[in-house]
Structures are given as structure tokens and as C-alpha cells.
């Protein structure tokens, strides 16, 4: 049983015939071949597979991909605009945020929520406390966010 | 629960202003891909044609296989179906010792134990197809602890159920222990088991027909699996092709394991003609049915002079090695030979030995035995220290080893060393005397809340143990691209250490040339030298070292036959020169081989002789609070001090330190494999907890810098080394809290302090 199901997926509109149940993070790797987003645990605790809805964080392993319909998804795709890197992409370039690399896409998403939004939550610590990290320890990726935070307050927050 | 981010530099001893690559920080080479969502992990690979694979495991821990029956409402004749019947070749894994089927063929020896295969192309159909297979059993008795697999009741391997044991013996403690006036301290302790928690699963594809295998997955060691797949398929080397693709996370988890995996997708897509299979584990069967860190408990014994000088110790050990010997054997090898700390004793024995349970096999982790040993010794030491009634690093500064002195191997230190300052530059930066004694004062306060301090002080063997590196005879090589640039051909996989950029780095510094000009072959057996495993802390040093030659000889090539110039050149010149070179002479390569340092001599036989050609040394500090009302743990500060030779890239080197520090905070404090059955409950990561943001303190990492001659530029190894410290300084850091009361088994959760406070 599949359905027709549109959203906006990082800034362009997308159509597909899915079911309804179907994991947003199966249909954003499967059905829209997105396949930056990753599944580390498929419950919600590792955090790897997160992106916007409407500018929100969530899990894209919980989330059915009817609830997307009509509305904004992006993914760490998303964040590449006219070639250019996000200066968090960048940032966790230059300051050695990521290892393996499997946590880094939604490592950033988070990164992103947070920097565009710092009073969502009480401090780093918190912001990324979804997410985690099995190479790193974090100390790198707090670089990243930090080093992001401080160029992204004196260039444009997009 | 909120703390800020503190400012968390790498601090390094060295100066490195005389090279141009070596010592500097360049963007790691995959890092780009790895941001924006490019890169292509194994379940981001699309197969024209593909089926989806699944395990059907065994539901019990031990006896025979009666009948596999396919029940109705699923579609079987769709479905490819395999079992050890299907097997066109051997039906064992090739490792040390051929003791593990692919497939159960008649008897089950432990829970979770492959038994058949099915696939199909709808994967949501595998899943439900696999509830579908019922096993009927005949259960046969089981054996879950190494005390019930030493009773002698239940023999299921071998004589004695002993996989493999040692014994090291230096001097003779016996008599020691009962001289007047010495201060006799026993203790036992248990270290639990630890699952990697890569944070992508296992995950493979394959591709096989009579005319040949290929293999795509997330591993560590290509060759390993190339190795465990010929006596499956009857198929000599070049007729398996195990190609890496990016690997998010290994930890030891994906060095001998994805034989498996890679196995049964190879073998479905034998039985299907051909047509690619994928089989991607999901977080609970990962966690299942896995490989995790031996469980480990150990004896020590010592006799100290009242002084404080260590006079006689006595170590025993016990691994749990589960129901094959996997890799059981090397790990316990490097388990022995970290027993006995780095500390100068006459009289040393260590007894080591791995013995079977009905668990699934216990396997390779980050450290690899060596933890599980440190831990015991360096927590005695800080119980030693409490009965003799001396400060514990002065009791350390008693005992530690010196240019001159020898292991209890009989290894002699013939290198430069300085533990002691390895030592005092950690008390320092933590303020460790300080706040031995302010936290002193504080806990003699009516505050729920205590704090705690406690330091470690250890080694790490980096390569492989003994005559290791000499039978594995490493290969690695460089290659002239027509543009002139160079490429790496080594089969060590990137995975999250950074391999691929520091051997671009030592590559680069030894052609001087730009590190841009170099790029990295993704390691495929069908294009790279067998240049080893990429475990032991042995990728940097031993196959850097092996590629800084093959550079060296790469640009004196250069200078015979294409008219590089002796005398320095710029990089357009060598590009030129390089091109020229490989419009000549077609595909250049050169490859380097292996050779053993001098002086570095092994007897297998007697345990004797220099286990390891380099040892890193540090000592980590852990600053903490207890909170007695909730009996939890946290962890506010953490020091990192090590000497590593030569730090190749600092910000790599750091996050090695980092990431090493935090995996095995979790294994002391939050980690806790429970076991029923011999096999893991709670296989998911909301009861299994990893540390978070939330639970990791500021890792403060500084580096020591003591080139060391037979690694690139003085490079050791150092991936493994973060792994052993932490858990005896939590360990210590608690019983400081708790005012002396030592918890000696690791994870230290909130109920083992209350329980101890009773």
C-alpha cells in the first residue's frame, strides 16, 4: 500500500509514492537516494539520522514519512549551497570533528539547530546530548561548533 | 548536570619546524565527503538486482539441531535459502585455528549462532520471513562462567576447556612472600565485558559465482577475509576480491568479524547465481550476536618492603574466550604482557590462560587484552598504597622502570624514557597534590556530594606481540600517477583514525612534496599489498615506517631515471619529473618490505625477550564526584599525559586520545554488558549506555614527544593506549570519594556504591 506523499526536501519540491508508516529515513535514502542520513540504532538514541522538519531536529528513524507531507525537510545535502560548504561542514573540516564519520551528518544537523538557535538549549553539552559520537569523545566536534558559532555570528546564518 | 565547554588544546612537546608536513594539522583526506554526506558507507551502495539477506541464529546456548522447518504464510519458493548443506567448499572460518563453522551443521555452541540464511529482494519480506524459520533442538547442558568452565563438570574443549595459557617468570616470588617484615596485599578483580559500539553496524554486499567472489563491506582487514573466504569457495587469492568501503567505526569490532557476515552474503548469492546480496545487521542483532571484549578476572598478589618497594608480584589471570577460539589466544598474548605494569621487580610470575564458555566468541577491542590486565594491577597499586600507608605516585615513583632496568620479560629499556616526568607532568596539570587535599577536606563536610582523585600510570606494546610483524611480512607501496602525483597502496583501512592522512603526511614529508600531491587507494585485495591488518596500534608506525622507505626510494628512482634533481626541487618539478617517469615506463610502483629492527629478539617458547619493539607511556588522571544521594559518578576533569615518539598530525593524534579516554570511561562507568545465557540482554542503546555529551568531562590531552628510530620520524603507536588508563583512575578516583572503600570490578554503577556504602 503506498501513497502519493510531497514535501519540500531541501529546498525543492519532492514527490514519491510511499507508504504512509514508511521511516522518513528509508524514503529520504531509498525513494529520494539521499543517502547522507544514517541509521545507527533505529529507536531515536544515536541521533545519526537526523534532520530538519520545518526547521525542527528530529530522529528520521521515527518519524513516518506522512507527517512530512507538505513540509520542509532538510537533510545534511541540504546544507551545500551553490558548492559551497556550511561553515559548520567547514568547520568540522578544519578542526578535525570527524572521524569516522558515520555520527557526522547528524552530528551537524544538531550542530546547525544549535548554532542557528543557541538558546534552545542550555549549552553545547545539551544541545548535542542526542547525538552520538563513538570516535571522538566530543572534544573535537565541540572545536567544530565553537570555531562555526564564532564565524557564523559575523557572516550570514542561513 | 551543565558544564561549560572548556578550552581543550593539544599541547605537544616537540618542535617540528624542520618538516613541512609532519607535525601539521592538513584537513583529514575523506573529511570532505564525510561533512556533506558523500561519503559512501556499505549500506549507501545501491546493487542492480539485490537481495537482502538475513541470519537465522540459534535461540539456544547449546545441542543439536533436530529440524528446520519453513512455515507457511511467507512466499519460500521467492526466496534463496541456505544452509551448511549448501557449502561448496570448507565450512570453517580460517583464523588461528580452524575451529568455527560458517553454519551450525549439527551441534549449537552458544546463543545467536548463524545456523541458515535466507534472502530475498524484499527486505521487508526477509524480516518477516524470519520469524518464519523454526529450529526445533535437543538441548544439551551449557557452561556460562570461566569458574563453571574450570569445575572440570562439563569438558567441551580440549582436555580442560583451556583455549591457551602463559606463563612468564622472572626470579622467584614464592620465597619473597614469606620474608620477615613485607607487607603482603591480595586482591582480586573483574573487568566485564564491552561492546565495541561502532556506530555502524556490521554490514556487507557480495557478489559470488564459480568464477570468483568480490566482497564489499565495513571492516578493518580486507586480507582477513580474503583469507577466511578461499576454503569456503575452493578459490585461490585472486579469486576473491574484498574491496573496503568507508567504515564508520571499528574499534576491533570489524577486524575478524566481517569474515562472517561476509561469508553467508557470498555464500546467498552463490546458491542465488550470482546476484548480489547485502546483509546489513541492525543495532540489535549487531549488539546479539557480535563480538565484544573478553571478560576478564585477575589475582594479584604482592609483597612490598615497608618502604614501599615492590619486592614479589604475582599475577593470574582468566579471559572468558566463549565458544571459539576466534582470537582468544593473542588477545590473552597481550594480556600477559601488560600485567606487570611498568614498574622494576626481581620476582615476577604471571599466569594467563582463556578458557571456553557456551558465549558467542569473545573478540578483538581497542587494547586487546592489555586493559583488562592494567586495570587490576594499577588498582592494587592504589590499594598498596592505602595499606602502607604511602602517597599512591610516590609509591609509583618507588617502583617505575629506568633506563637500564628490565620487564619482567627480561625486555631491557635501552631507549631514553621518562616515566617520572610522564608522571609529574600529569600531577601538575591536573593539580593532582592540590586536590588530593582540598577534596580531603571537603569530604570530611556534611555535603552529600564527594570528590574524588586518582591516577594511572601504564604502557602500551605498540605492533604486533613478539615475531608478529616478522610472519606477517607486511607489503606496502607507492605509485606514480600519470598527472605525476603519487598514490598510496597499503591495505590498512581508514576507519575514523585517520590513516589515510597521516601516511599522506609521512609520504609527503619524505618526497617533500605537498601533501596535496599525494592520495590513498582505497584498500581492494585486487590492487593494494597485503600491507597487514589494521589493528595494534600498528598502522602509523609499522606501515608509515614502511611507506616513508618506499617514498625514499620512490624519489631516489626520481633522481636515477628522470632527472629529479639531488639538490632540492619544487613540487612542479617532481610532478614533471614523476610524469615523464610513468609516460616511460607505464604503471610505476615501489614497494618496501618489511624488516625487523635490529636488536629486537622474541622466544615464543619461554615468554622472553622484547615483547615490542616500542612501548607509549603515559599517565592519566581523573578528577570526580560521588553523589551519595544518587549514588552517581561524574566525572568533571580528565589529564592525559603520553609519550607517543612523534606526533604525526596533533589535532588526529588528540582525537585518537579523546575518543580512546571517553570509550573507556564508558567501560568503567556506564557499560554494562548483562549476560543471560551467555549471550547479551539488553541489545540496544537504551539500556546499553554509551557516554553522551552530557557524561563526557573536558579531556585535557598532552603529548610527550621522544622520536623513536625505527618509526616514521619517530612515530609510535598510540590508538590503543587511551583505552587502558581511565578505568583504574575512575576506579581509584571512587574509592578516594567513597574514603578508601576500593570497588574492584568495573562497571562501577550507582548500585555497586551503594552496595559498598552498606
Known amino acids: 500500500m503506498t501513497a502519493k506523499i510531497s514535501f519540500t526536501l531541501n529546498g525543492k519540491p519532492w514527490t514519491g509514492n510511499v507508504h504512509p508508516l514508511k521511516r522518513l529515513l528509508d524514503t529520504l535514502r531509498e525513494d529520494a537516494g539521499l543517502t547522507g542520513t544514517k541509521e545507527g540504532c533505529g529507536e531515536g538514541e544515536c541521533g545519526a539520522c537526523t534532520v530538519f522538519l520545518d526547521g525542527q531536529v528530529v530522529m528520521s528513524c521515527m518519524v513516518p514519512t506522512c507527517q512530512a507531507e507538505g513540509k520542509k525537510v532538510t537533510t545534511i545535502e541540504g546544507l551545500v549551497s551553490d558548492g559551497d560548504l556550511h561553515p559548520m561542514q567547514d568547520c568540522f573540516i578544519q578542526e578535525g570533528g570527524a572521524q569516522c564519520g558515520i555520527c557526522t551528518p547528524g552530528m551537524i544537523m544538531a550542530a546547525v539547530a544549535y548554532a542557528n538557535d543557541p538558546d534552545s538549549a542550555e549549552d553545547m553539552r545539551e544541545a548535542l546530548a542526542g547525538n552520538l559520537c563513538r570516535c571522538t569523545g566530543y572534544t573535537r566536534i565541540y572545536e567544530s561548533v565553537k570555531k562555526a558559532m564564532e564565524k557564523m555570528s559575523v557572516s550570514e546564518i542561513r | ?758
Open chain 2, 1 to 758: 548536570m551543565s558544564r561549560a565547554v572548556s578550552d581543550t588544546p593539544i599541547r605537544r612537546s616537540s618542535d617540528t619546524s624542520q618538516f613541512k608536513s609532519v607535525g601539521k594539522n592538513p584537513p583529514r583526506k575523506e573529511s570532505r565527503e564525510k561533512v556533506t554526506g558523500k561519503a559512501k558507507y556499505i549500506d549507501d551502495l545501491t546493487f542492480e538486482g539485490c537481495l537482502y539477506g538475513k541470519t537465522v541464529r540459534s535461540t539456544i546456548p547449546r545441542g543439536k539441531i533436530k529440524k528446520i522447518t519453513f512455515e507457511p504464510g511467507v512466499p519460500w519458493e521467492e526466496f534463496t535459502v541456505v544452509t551448511a548443506k549448501d557449502i561448496p567448499g570448507k565450512n570453517v572460518v580460517a583464523l588461528i585455528e580452524m575451529d568455527q563453522p560458517f553454519l551450525v551443521e549439527t551441534e549449537i555452541r552458544h546463543m545467536a549462532e548463524p545456523i541458515a540464511l535466507i534472502a530475498h529482494p524484499d527486505k521487508g519480506l526477509v524480516e518477516k520471513a524470519l520469524t518464519k524459520v523454526r529450529v526445533e533442538y535437543e538441548e544439551l547442558p551449557a557452561i556460562f562462567t570461566i569458574d563453571e568452565s574450570l569445575s572440570g563438570r562439563n569438558i567441551q574443549r580440549g582436555r580442560d576447556n583451556v583455549f591457551k595459557k602463559y606463563h612468564i617468570q622472572k626470579g622467584d616470588p614464592a620465597p619473597v612472600f614469606s620474608r620477615p617484615a613485607i607487607v603482603v596485599i591480595e586482591g582480586e578483580y573483574w573487568t566485564g565485558p564491552q561492546e565495541q559500539l561502532y556506530i555502524e553496524p556490521n554490514g556487507v554486499a557480495a557478489v559470488a559465482t564459480p568464477d570468483g567472489v568480490t566482497v564489499w563491506g565495513s571492516m578493518q582487514c580486507p586480507f582477513y577475509v580474503q583469507k577466511g573466504l578461499k576454503p569456503l569457495f575452493n578459490l585461490p587469492d585472486d579469486k576473491i576480491r574484498v574491496i573496503y568501503c568507508v567504515t564508520g567505526g571499528g574499534f576491533g569490532g570489524k577486524e575478524e568479524y566481517p569474515t562472517l557476515p561476509a561469508a553467508h552474503a557470498a555464500l546467498l548469492s552463490w546458491k542465488a547465481g550470482g546476484r548480489p546480496v547485502k546483509i546489513i545487521y541492525d543495532r540489535m542483532e549487531d549488539m546479539w550476536a557480535t563480538t565484544k571484549r573478553h571478560p576478564c578476572r585477575t589475582r594479584v598478589k604482592t609483597a612490598f618492603a615497608k618502604d614501599g618497594k615492590l619486592l614479589a608480584l604475582q599475577v593470574d589471570a582468566t579471559m572468558d574466550g566463549g565458544a571459539y577460539l576466534t582470537l582468544s589466544s593473542v588477545v590473552l598474548s597481550r594480556g600477559t604482557l601488560h600485567a606487570f605494569g611498568p614498574y622494576a621487580c626481581d620476582h615476577v610470575t604471571i599466569d594467563t590462560r582463556a578458557v571456553f564458555t557456551n558465549s558467542p566468541p569473545y573478540g578483538a577491542f581497542r587494547g586487546f587484552g592489555a586493559p583488562q590486565t592494567i586495570f587490576p594491577l594499577e588498582l592494587h597499586m592504589d590499594r598498596a598504597a592505602d595499606r602502607l600507608g604511602i602517597e599512591p605516585h610516590e609509591l609509583r615513583l618507588k617502583n617505575i622502570l629506568h633506563k637500564g632496568d628490565t620487564m619482567a620479560t627480561g625486555q631491557k629499556m635501552e631507549d631514553e624514557m621518562d616515566i617520572e616526568g610522564i608522571l609529574k607532568k600529569a600531577m601538575t596539570e591536573s593539580r593532582y597534590l592540590e586536590k588530593r587535599k582540598s577534596h580531603r577536606e571537603h569530604n570530611r563536610t556534611a555535603s552529600p556530594v564527594k570528590k574524588g582523585i586518582g591516577l594511572s600510570l601504564f604502557f602500551h606494546g605498540a605492533g604486533f606481540t613478539g615475531s608478529g610483524e616478522v610472519f606477517l611480512d607486511s607489503r606496502a607501496g607507492l605509485e606514480i600517477t600519470p598527472a605525476g602525483t603519487v598514490r598510496i597502496l597499503t591495505a590498512n583501512t581508514e576507519i575514523g583514525q585517520g590513516s589515510f592522512t597521516t601516511h599522506s603526511q609521512i609520504v609527503a614529508e619524505a618526497l617533500r612534496i605537498p601533501y596535496e600531491m599525494i592520495e590513498v587507494a582505497p584498500p581492494d585485495t585486487a590492487v593494494v599489498p597485503n600491507s597487514g591488518p589494521t589493528v595494534a596500534s600498528r598502522t602509523c608506525m609499522i606501515v608509515g615506517e614502511l611507506l616513508r622507505r618506499a617514498a625514499d626510494d620512490l624519489r631516489d628512482l626520481l633522481i636515477r631515471s628522470s632527472g629529479l634533481s639531488n639538490n632540492g626541487y619544487g613540487p612542479d618539478e617532481f610532478r614533471r619529473a614523476a610524469s615523464a617517469h610513468a609516460e616511460k615506463n607505464g604503471v610505476t610502483r615501489v614497494y618496501a618490505k618489511y624488516k625487523p629492527p635490529a636488536g629486537i629478539h622474541w622466544d615464543d617458547q619461554t615468554y622472553t625477550g622484547s615483547a615490542y619493539g616500542a612501548y607509549a607511556w603515559a599517565c592519566y588522571v581523573c578528577d570526580l564526584e560521588t553523589d551519595l544521594t544518587t549514588y552517581q559518578v561524574e566525572v568533571k576533569d580528565f589529564v592525559a599525559v603520553q609519550e607517543v615518539g612523534r606526533v604525526i598530525h596533533p589535532v588526529i593524534a588528540g582525537g585518537q586520545i579523546e575518543g580512546g579516554v571517553a570509550q573507556a570511561l564508558g567501560w568503567a562507568l556506564y557499560e554494562n554488558v548483562v549476560l543471560k545465557q551467555g549471550v547479551m540482554q539488553n541489545t540496544q542503546l537504551t539500556n546499553y549506555i554509551l557516554p553522551t555529551t552530557a557524561d563526557t568531562p573536558p579531556i585535557r590531552v598532552f603529548f610527550y614527544e621522544n622520536p623513536y628510530p625505527n618509526g616514521p620520524y619517530g612515530a609510535k603507536g598510540l590508538g590503543e593506549l587511551p583505552m587502558d588508563g581511565p578505568a583504574p583512575a575512575v576506579a581509584s578516583a571512587v574509592a578516594f570519594s567513597l574514603g578508601g572503600k576500593f570497588i574492584s570490578s568495573i562497571p562501577i554503577l550507582p548500585e555497586n556504591i551503594c552496595e559498598i556504602l552498606k
